[in-house]
């Protein structure tokens, strides 16, 4: 496929949905670079953070009085704030440099004021991110696959809704809403391919 026109794509997704194996086909197709965990290790070597510290306050809001205080950079701010700043300031300069995917992060509301973002959110019904986390991470409880889904789409939720004042997984400033198990992980992957030849950034 051939890229007509620069653009970002943002995926917001719900825990369980397969959007990471969607971002990494489209990334495949069209040679442009998707950011998702990889931003960690990116704004550690940038800035000599420790990598473990900095995952564990990924897409999470800082705890009162479990969180500690972090020195890194000047001011004050938990490492969860601070890894905030740090990780929209890449955002905006890999979306200068190119098309480029990111996945979830509050990358639509970062460049809400970018020209040529294209917004999608994925989702599935629960018992279909229930098996699939079950199969994926070796879960042998149903239950236990459950509470994880509950606990990350709320940790994502209270992160996106805290950032950005907009309601996580709804179809405000969306542009998609996919279902991905209605459509499967590759129809996925040509909805959005096909939307984006629609809107004249790429062709075949």
């Not at 019904?125 to 606990?151: L, S, T």
């Not at 994502?156 to 996919?178: C, P, V």
Request: contains cysteine.
């Amino acid at each position: 496929m051939k890229i007509l026109k620069k653009f970002q794509l943002t995926i917001g997704r719900e825990y369980g949905c397969g959007a990471k194996l969607i971002a990494d086909a489209i990334s495949k197709d069209l040679d442009i670079p998707v950011f998702d965990r990889n931003l960690i290790a990116m704004i550690a070597k940038k800035h000599g953070f420790d990598e473990d510290a900095l995952t564990s306050s990924d897409e999470r809001l800082a705890i009162p009085f479990f969180e500690p205080y972090s020195s890194y950079g000047t001011g004050t701010g938990s490492i969860a704030e601070k890894l905030f700043i740090h990780q929209a300031q890449i955002i905006k300069e890999e979306a200068d440099k190119g098309p480029s995917i990111f996945i979830g992060r509050c990358a639509n509301d970062i460049l809400r004021h970018y020209p040529d973002v294209v917004n999608v959110f994925i989702y599935a019904p629960k018992e279909y991110r229930i098996n699939r986390i079950m199969e994926v991470e070796d879960i042998a409880d149903a239950g236990a696959a459950e509470k994880i889904i509950r606990r990350m789409d709320k940790t994502r939720r209270s992160y996106y809704q805290f950032y950005t004042d907009k309601r996580w997984g709804t179809k405000e400033g969306m542009d998609l809403m996919i279902d991905s198990a209605s459509i499967g992980f590759d129809g996925a992957v040509s909805l959005i391919e096909h939307y984006l030849k629609c809107r004249g950034y790429i062709e075949d």
